[in-house]
Structure formats: C-alpha cells, structure tokens
C-alpha cells in the first residue's frame, strides 16, 4: 500500500483511488489509533460527500464511536467545532480546491490540530496491516445529525466589532461556504451581495480554486457595485482570496505580508510562520514591527505546529490559507475575511491603500523534467554544490528542498510531491536580479541531472 496522507490529508479520485472501503477503513484506523469515543464529521457539498460519509461513520461506529454529523460545512467549522464540541477527533470530507471528481478525508485531534505527520502514519500502518480495534456488537457507536454550524457562524460573528457597514461581494463558488460566510457578515453589520451561493459539488459557476482567473466575475461585481471589499473562497473554505475596490485581485503573498505586519503591529511583535515558497516581502513587513519569520515546508499542518511550537501571532501560506491561533489551528477563509475587514476598519484604510504598503518583487518560476526514480537524489545533490554557485547567500534552509537566502532575492529547488519534476521558485528584488538567479539555478539542475 502507498503513502494515504499528503499535505492535506487523503485525497484521491472518488471510487478510484478514495472509495468507500478506504473511507471506512481510515475511520476505523483513526478511531483505533487515538481510542475516540466522540467524533464529529463535516463534508463540502461534492456530490460524493455523502456515499463516502456513509463508509467513513460506518468504521467510526464500528470502532465504538459515537458521531455527530455536521452536514455541509467549511472545514473551519469542522476543526473549530471538534473542540467546542468537545470531540476527540473530527472528520472534514473535502478536495479542498480541486475539480469535483476529487474528494478527500481532513482529520483533526480535539485541539482543532490536523493530524501529524506520526498520528498519519500511525493511521497508515493500521489500515496496511488491518490491525483495527473492533468494538463488541453490544458497544458500536451511534450517529446522530446535529444542527452545531451556527456554533460556527457565531464564532465568526464576534470575532471582530466593525463600526463601519461594509459593502461586501461574497463568492462562495457554490461550495462549503455558501452559508457560514455571508451569515457572518451580515450579523456584522455588513450590507453583503453573494454569488454562487448555491451549493453544487460540480461546481459549475467557476473553479473551486480561487485565482484572479476564477474570480473575473467576483472583480467585476466589486467594481460595477461600488463595494468595498470582494471576497472568494476555495470548496471548503480554508483559503480566502480578496479583490479590492478597484475590481483588482489581490497578491496572495503581499496579503499575507500586509496582515503579517498588522498582526505583529497588534501584538507588539513576535513571530509569525509561512512555508518556503512565500515572497520575501513577508519578512521585509514584519521587520517594521520587529517580527521574526519562521519558514515551513508547504502543507497547512506544518503552518499550524510551527505556530503552536513557537506562539506564533499569525501564519498562513500565500493561497489564502491563514491560521489565526486565537480562534483554532485551521486555516479559516471566513475568519479571515472578518479579522480583514477589522484589520482596515483600525487603520483606516481602503483594501487597496492596505495591500499598497508592501513591497511587490519578481516572481519567477520553472519545472524541469526528473524521473520520479531520480528526483530525490538530484535535490541531495543540488544541496552539496548550490552554495557554491551563489557563494554570497544569507542564509541556508532544507526544511522543503532547498533554499539559499540571497542579499537581492532567493531561489528554492525542491522535488514535486505529484509529478516527475524538479520546481525552481525564484524572487528578485529587480527582473534583472531574477533572471540572473534563475539561469544560474536552472544551469545547475541541468548539470546534476546530466550527470545522475
């Protein structure tokens, strides 16, 4: 058997690679591991979230485990709800962001946490070995449908007091978040329009990713409404994006940096936690407040642990997945949304005049064709010789790949988790700056794969 969980779970082509056996199997598995009593269980609106509700709870009863099912909910409220619930563990079935044939199982512990790497593995052994732990017939758990989303809403809804009546266009691109987020916001005061607010797990209005090509519509509405703020989120709710009043799409990375800074600024420093593909602008914003940037290997669950580790104020990847440690350890579109909105209303600021404070770099990006057989040892490889080709680096990481921090930029070279190929990320103060960093990553890749 293969490796079940990646960086967000397990996630696979419904009756393909995720079919209800193995549904049934990771719940019985995770019930065995952590010797759950209580679990709650949450689905997006993909039209597979039912058959493999059904095989999930069926192995989590059959372990003893009583469930209590959320119905369709973002995956926020499925991390939160675990721990005001008092759950011992919680169940999201989502693919997050990709196409509707894709579904996938999201797992937390009862501090809202996703599973860990150990807890993963832990789970993997158990359904490669069927070594479940069954209870006797007289103790199978018991399921019952419980209405707890307004729990959820209500979280959102004081998460923040907002004296101003925003005008907020919500686009939930007809997934998990097609109540929770225009709710909340309108209980804040907000005069909200919503698009695509019908849930459809073909998700047939726009991708359920929310990039500045599936949100034209989003920035269009902005625009010709007049409205301040336009927000988009992803199948589950776990990612935001923003337009601002100009109908432009916000950079991920230079949203992040701004409520970086924001944060840091709120709380008097500290540190705050993103993975190595972020801009360098985050630590160019935190460094006015005097924050420390700790960097992670990309995949939400090492964004979390890095904050629990460190106390950390704020983190986030630059997809709009942002952690706000005050509330719970899951990336929460919704919430960020809200703690946005408060976040202009104290400086008072426009979205636009808000991002405008961070510096924009050049991005550059290249996939280079390895065998997957190949890859790994290419990247040990690349690690021994690239401080040699930039002699002048600040600073050196392998938490994911590797990355040499530059005096004008840095490059990151790591094997694809999905595909056979090497990824070069690099950024630059100047065009010029990473061009010339990219053609010398890029001549070194080529060198160590010719020579394998």
């Not at 990646?6 to 719940?27: H, K, Y």
């Not at 005097?290 to 106390?311: H, L, N, P, Q, T």
């Not at 983190?315 to 809200?338: F, R």
Request: hydrophobic fraction near 40%.
């Amino acid at each position: 058997m293969g490796k079940l969980f990646g960086s967000s779970g397990v996630r696979g082509l419904v009756n393909v690679v995720l079919t209800p056996q193995l549904a049934c199997g990771v719940g019985l598995a995770a019930a065995t591991h952590t010797r759950a009593t209580r679990a709650v269980v949450g689905k997006d609106t993909r039209v597979s979230g039912s058959l493999l509700e059904d095989a999930l709870v069926a192995g989590l009863n059959s372990a003893g485990v009583h469930v209590s099912l959320l119905g369709m909910v973002p995956t926020p409220a499925v991390a939160y709800l675990t721990k005001a619930l008092g759950a011992d563990v919680g169940f999201m079935l989502t693919a997050s962001h990709n196409p509707p044939q894709y579904n996938g199982i999201k797992v937390f512990n009862g501090s809202s946490l996703s599973f860990t790497d150990e807890q993963q593995a832990a789970v993997e052994k158990i359904v490669a070995q069927n070594s479940y732990q069954r209870a006797d017939w007289r103790l199978i758990g018991e399921t019952s449908k419980i209405d707890a989303a307004n729990g959820y809403v209500k979280m959102l809804s004081t998460a923040a007091n907002l004296a101003k009546p925003w005008r907020v266009v919500v686009d939930s691109g007809c997934g998990a978040t097609f109540h929770a987020a225009s709710a909340a916001l309108n209980a804040l005061g907000c005069k909200t329009t919503s698009l695509n607010a019908q849930p459809d797990g073909y998700f047939p209005a726009r991708s359920s990713e929310p990039t500045a090509e599936s949100l034209i519509g989003l920035a269009e509405t902005v625009k010709a409404m007049g409205a301040d703020v336009g927000v988009g989120f992803d199948g589950d709710g776990d990612r935001v994006a923003f337009v601002d009043e100009t109908g432009g799409f916000v950079d991920f990375d230079r949203a992040i940096a701004a409520f970086s800074a924001y944060a840091l600024k709120k709380s008097g420093g500290g540190t705050v936690v993103t993975n190595v593909e972020a801009s360098m602008c985050v630590e160019t914003m935190a460094q006015q407040y005097g924050g420390k940037v700790v960097r992670v290997r990309v995949g939400d669950v090492y964004i979390s642990e890095a904050m629990a580790r460190f106390g950390a104020v704020f983190g986030g990847e630059p997809c709009g997945a942002w952690v706000h440690p005050k509330w719970h350890w899951c990336p929460d579109g919704p919430l960020s949304a809200v703690l946005m909105l408060k976040a202009l209303e104290e400086q008072n600021l426009s979205l636009h005049e808000f991002i405008s404070q961070v510096p924009q770099y050049v991005t550059l990006r290249e996939n280079m064709p390895c065998r997957n057989e190949q890859k790994h040892q290419i990247i040990t490889e690349v690690e021994k010789t690239l401080t040699q080709a930039f002699p002048n680096f600040t600073d050196f990481s392998t938490v994911d790949g590797v990355r040499l921090t530059l005096k004008n930029g840095w490059v990151l070279i790591r094997a694809s988790g999905t595909e056979p190929l090497i990824r070069l990320t690099v950024e630059g103060e100047s065009l010029k700056a990473a061009r010339d960093i990219m053609d010398r990553g890029v001549e070194l890749v080529k060198k160590q794969i010719g020579g394998a």
